[in-house]
């Protein structure tokens, strides 16, 4: 059964960091890529940042490029997204997604989700 699990969530004000991880388990994380995405109250899902399994390609949305680094450690089955310069219209529950398919920013093309974790940035 494959599961993800993210964490590093919380409260911080504007112009802080945050680094979120996201652990697998169920699957062998080097076969996989693993997109980061985010819901807003009241928006729909949006691609944040996607990056394969040992961070050769990674794609960024216009919105976070600069300001955030998506990582993996495929011995750790482990994922990351490093977000500096956070911005109050970066608040959301982020998610963490993988699949065995292409590099996306189509949330529809991953497999696997986790529950996601939220992320506050006050102003």
């Known amino acids: 059964q494959v599961q993800l699990v993210e964490s590093g969530g919380g409260l911080v004000r504007t112009g802080g960091s945050l680094r979120l991880s996201c652990v697998a388990s169920g699957l062998s994380f080097n076969s996989y890529v693993m997109g980061w995405f985010r819901q807003a109250p009241g928006k729909e899902r949006e691609f944040v940042a996607a990056a394969t399994w040992n961070g050769g390609d990674t794609r960024y949305a216009d919105s976070v490029k600069g300001r955030f680094t998506i990582s993996t450690d495929y011995t750790k089955n482990t994922g990351y997204l490093q977000m500096n310069s956070l911005k109050p219209e970066d608040t959301a529950v982020y998610y963490c997604?993988?699949?065995?398919?292409?590099?996306?920013?189509?949330?529809?093309?991953?497999?696997?989700w986790g529950q996601g974790t939220q992320v506050t940035v006050s102003s």
């Open positions: 997604a993988v699949t065995k398919k292409i590099l996306s920013d189509w949330s529809q093309g991953y497999d696997y």
